[in-house]
């Protein structure tokens, strides 16, 4: 079993910034892919953001790109998300997932790769 556990959401105006962390617990936090995925009101939950294992490979959808950047550090047991120039499309309740790791980058957007789950934490964006 892996726990995770996010934070670091609020609100915030649009252009502003945001830094999520997930802390993991239970079982070798390098062993896993982490990803992040949001769900806004209404919608389906979503793909953000992946990183392998070892943090070399990143992954992002387009509409983040450029303005979010993942990262990881296995000896803390954390990832974030680094959300700069955010949009009130940002908004949603985002979460974090813990995954077998693939070569496949493909993997990495389909949250049915992850078997883990954080209880998520709500970014919300004003205009």
């Known amino acids: 079993q892996v726990q995770l556990v996010e934070s670091g959401g609020g609100l915030v105006q649009a252009g502003g910034s945001l830094r999520l962390s997930c802390a993991a617990s239970g079982r070798t936090f390098s062993n896993y892919a982490m990803g992040w995925f949001r769900q806004a009101p209404g919608k389906e939950r979503e793909f953000v953001s992946a990183?392998?294992?070892?943090?070399?490979?990143?992954y992002y959808v387009d509409s983040v790109k450029g303005r979010f950047t993942i990262s990881r550090d296995n000896a803390k047991n954390t990832v974030w998300l680094q959300m700069n120039s955010l949009e009130p499309e940002d908004t949603a309740v985002y979460y974090c997932?813990?995954?077998?790791?693939?070569?496949?980058?493909?993997?990495?957007?389909?949250?049915?790769?992850?078997?883990?789950w954080g209880q998520g934490t709500q970014v919300t964006v004003s205009s």
């Open positions: 997932a813990a995954g077998p790791d693939s070569y496949r980058s493909s993997w990495y957007r389909d949250q049915r790769s992850y078997d883990y």
């Open positions: 990183i392998n294992w070892r943090g070399r490979s990143t």
